[in-house]
């Protein structure tokens, strides 16, 4: 999950350094892949706490990280959402202007 996270945060920055909407895309697109993994990771350390009670704690923690991890990864989509239709909308009311 934090791979994805890394690659999200990666795509934005691209984005708004190049002024360009493709790497927006390509992390809206990721964004089911990271919402998998938030699952499959959440899955697992619940299998781990249920086999061994003694992870309790470690388990809590690494829970904490990965709902900071789903946050970030939930405002990177938020932004690119946001930067997608700006642009957009500046594309359109420019293009109009020049009709």
């Excluded at 923690?61 to 989509?77: D, F, H, N, T, V």
């Amino acid at each position: 999950m934090g791979c994805l996270v890394r690659f999200m945060l990666c795509q934005m920055v691209t984005s708004l350094q190049n002024h360009n909407t493709r790497p927006l895309y390509a992390l809206l697109a990721s964004e089911p892949a990271c919402e998998a993994a938030l699952q499959a990771g959440i899955t697992h350390q619940l299998t781990v706490v249920v086999h061994d009670t003694r992870n309790m704690k470690s388990t809590l923690a690494l829970l904490i990280m990965m709902k900071g991890l789903e946050q970030c990864s939930e405002r990177c989509k938020n932004l690119a959402e946001y930067l997608v239709c700006g642009v957009y909308a500046g594309w359109c009311r420019d293009s109009a202007g020049k009709r």
